[in-house]
């Protein structure tokens, strides 16, 4: 594809040579001739300056173009970047149809221009909309609904009852709808479960992680709300309710009934606790613990979680703890020595 | 059914008109008119008094009960609750009898009334017992015994020679038996392989959530002690032992070779070194980590791990560090001007 | 078998009776007449002077051998215990050919030794190399090449192109291949996918864990190199370049497009962040969190990383905070005291 030719549908701005073939996207240390390629994190500045590739995706005009490079400028790169690899891919079209080794209940409903692989489960009454896809081996429960153009990968369960909007995509191995980890202690010390028949959730524009897992609960429901990435093995628990727009990143647990507002980020290997609240717009760095509700914008850190700028600050004092204590000692002995001394005047 | 008829049955002091028709069980904040609730934790203590359920289910007589609104009084409020619901929840009954599109090996034995599911694989020589309910896609190895009036759900994988007790419960896509991580160092770097051909025995009344792994061992056994209750995506690595009615929460790891006592309860995220021993009835925060054994009856926090009580003062100073320098600087400022002071006379 | 012909087989000195036959190799705390056991840890060295096993394989000569249990000395207990479990344990030997129950695509090549079991998926153009187990609901994707002496284990999802080398086991349940977490967020701030259609390589020799999850990435390849082994739960994310012979231990995360030295170890539970350089044999305790690029050789610990013996000594001073804090406050006041009696004279 000519270069000018991706400029346009990328609705970047050309600078340089637009008559130059593109065969595909690069990253910025790998890239070639005839490779197109991005960068938007300064860290990558250098390895601009070294590139090779034949085009590049940059950010407004503050990095200056290599020199026989040429440009596209995006106000967005990353998303410009995203949608140059969508031009520039081929992909496998989904056969439409059921696979003869698929297992369809006669009570489901699977839209004509569906694709359904080899060993997928359909339980009785449920539905999946038109041009959805869905991959080798998964299990879809009874009553069990699914939108339109939905992707679902290879080896995920979606248990009786859950719903799914349209446009969902779900990775591999990801299970949703497994009985939320409920179980009420008997006087003996022994547990009795907790029937978990309530519904799971999963509203339009949802991706879910490979491997991760979605519990429903006891009563009412678990919600992901439109719009919101939940990365690989994410752990949300029976009646949490994730808001529009949020990232989980991997690893991420969230405990029973916590409600995670719009537009959150939790990065990887946070947890957070159960029947709380974290605001709209709220921000979580890696392996945070959050044991009691957050209020909304606020960017937290650390176990307990405490505003991110303190725990910086804090962290910076722990690992000179040892010269702390020391310091606090020889004060100690100074002021001693001093105290003898006004003494025995 | 009538509010009359469940107290009955679960046992509880019904105050208020037994006559209301009783159509569901609902959380507190979406409960209505025909609808049980419950309350034990005192967070929903407000929500209580807005409630519009017809009825509810409350501990002793510490909450009052809201108006117009029914009361169930228990003395275990949670263990009513989960009875209501499995009282009038409507659950898919199983179809016993193999699917057609299950394999299973003449040698495996099939209990009559079980119910094994489609794409369905049995190894030879499995045992499955009574009433055992076997969802799709489960793999089932050679010589694996399950006891009855199990339910083991999708993708469940159990590796060669598991033993399984009666009424465990698998979630979908846990993994029973698979490798132990374990290698030996070659002299030149690379690793070798440790064989993993031990067992894993799961015992009656376990459950094991969602994505789950247990590994099986090089020698001896892995086991996890009946009435053990397991949340999704805990590693529970060979050779650990853990204890009857042990709860481990989701995101929990436990290295090899460790023991887990009885009633042990692990928060979210916990981390247990290998090769140690948690006593008795240890109960361990979320993200906790813990390198050494622990006596019976601790309740820890921290990583390493320390006493809660210890840890919770420890934490509430930790963020005032910065201010504990700046007053370390200061005091030895103030000394300094004193030592002048006393040495100028 | 004779004890002298597994001395043999091992290359380890033999002490003692030779003629005692072996049936089975124990744990140490379990062994019993006819078995043979190992100790390599001094944490076991009483219950080795309990043993009643027949036979031990110890280190060098530090620990002495207890009184009527034969000895074989090894410079490398750990892999000489490996290969007696290995010589000892019978194996279900693989059936070569493909099941009638798998669905294999006709263009797909499978090695005539190979072993494809029951409801295994093989997508257009797939190759699967000699001597090859794939076991039951395995999901192989389009234009996947997998090498020789694999062993896939039940549930593993392989994504489409992805390169798997020779000798690679993948425990069940692993995901090797799902779609990286990559969205850029619109200027309405809802999120777009950015396609993922970069490759997966697993070079030779390297094992992953079961439910572990290695993501593909947008542009160029997520790698894990020859000999690497992971553990159960880990995430790998897109485009990380993970070294040879590296350890990644059990729910260890890694962020995108970090590179992993060869031979770095990390604990259990360790996290990483994106975009950054963990130097060749580097060693990371479990739940440390690695937030920049750390120096090859490096011990580190805690979060965010600091050297291990730094870490040391902060968490030891860390418990003690409280009675600092009170030092300080205890300092303040005698400092105002002197400081009283100074101006007053």
Redesign the interface.
């Known amino acids: 594809v000519k270069l000018s030719e991706i400029a346009d549908h990328l609705g970047c701005r050309l600078e340089g040579d637009g008559e130059v073939e593109i065969g595909?996207?690069?990253?910025i240390?790998?890239a070639g001739p005839g490779d197109l390629?991005f960068v938007s994190?300064p860290?990558y500045a250098s390895a601009l300056r070294r590139t090779r590739a034949s085009a590049v995706i940059l950010a407004g005009d503050a990095l200056p173009a290599p020199p026989g490079c040429a440009t596209l400028r995006s106000p967005?790169p990353?998303?410009s970047?995203?949608?140059a690899?969508?031009l520039l891919?081929r992909?496998?079209a989904p056969v439409p149809g059921i696979?003869r080794?698929a297992?369809v209940e006669v009570s489901a409903r699977v839209a004509a221009d569906a694709s359904v692989?080899?060993?997928v489960?359909v339980g009785r009454g449920a539905t999946i909309g038109a041009r959805t896809v869905i991959?080798?081996?998964v299990?879809i429960?009874?009553r069990v609904s699914i939108g339109e153009d939905c992707v679902i990968?290879?080896?995920v369960?979606i248990?009786?009852d859950v719903v799914i909007g349209s446009r969902v995509?779900l990775?591999?191995?990801a299970?949703v709808g497994?009985?939320g980890?409920?179980?009420?202690?008997?006087?003996d010390?022994?547990?009795?479960?907790?029937?978990q028949?309530g519904v799971v959730v999963i509203e339009d524009?949802v991706?879910i992680?490979?491997?991760t897992?979605v519990?429903r609960?006891?009563?009412?429901e678990t919600r992901i709300r439109a719009?919101a990435?939940v990365?690989?093995?994410v752990?949300v628990?029976h009646?949490v309710n994730v808001g529009s727009?949020a990232?989980l990143?991997?690893?991420v647990?969230i405990?029973g009934s916590t409600r995670i507002g719009n537009?959150v980020v939790l990065a990887?290997?946070v947890?957070v606790?159960g029947?709380i609240d974290i605001g709209d717009d709220v921000t979580a760095t890696?392996?945070t613990?959050i044991?009691n509700s957050v209020e909304q914008g606020a960017v937290v850190s650390?176990?307990?979680a405490?505003p991110n700028r303190?725990?910086l600050?804090?962290?910076?004092?722990?690992?000179?703890?040892?010269e702390?204590?020391k310091?606090?000692a020889d004060?100690?002995a100074?002021?001693a020595r001093?105290?003898q001394?006004?003494a025995r005047r």
């Open positions: 595909r996207v690069s990253g240390e790998d390629t994190n860290r967005t990353y998303l970047f995203g949608r690899v969508r891919t992909t496998d696979h080794l297992d692989a080899a060993f489960s991959g080798p081996h299990s429960g009874p990968h290879s080896h369960s248990r009786e995509v990775q591999d191995g299970v497994a009985d980890f409920g179980f009420a202690r008997r006087p010390g022994t547990y009795e479960k907790i029937p028949p524009d991706e992680g490979a491997n897992t519990d609960p006891a009563v009412g719009g990435k990365d690989n093995l752990q628990a009646g727009n990232l990143c991997a690893q647990g405990a537009r990887g290997q947890g606790a029947h890696a392996q613990g044991p650390g176990y307990p405490i303190d725990w600050r804090a962290s910076a004092v722990f690992k000179r703890l040892p702390l204590k310091a606090i004060l100690e100074r002021l001093l105290e001394q006004l």
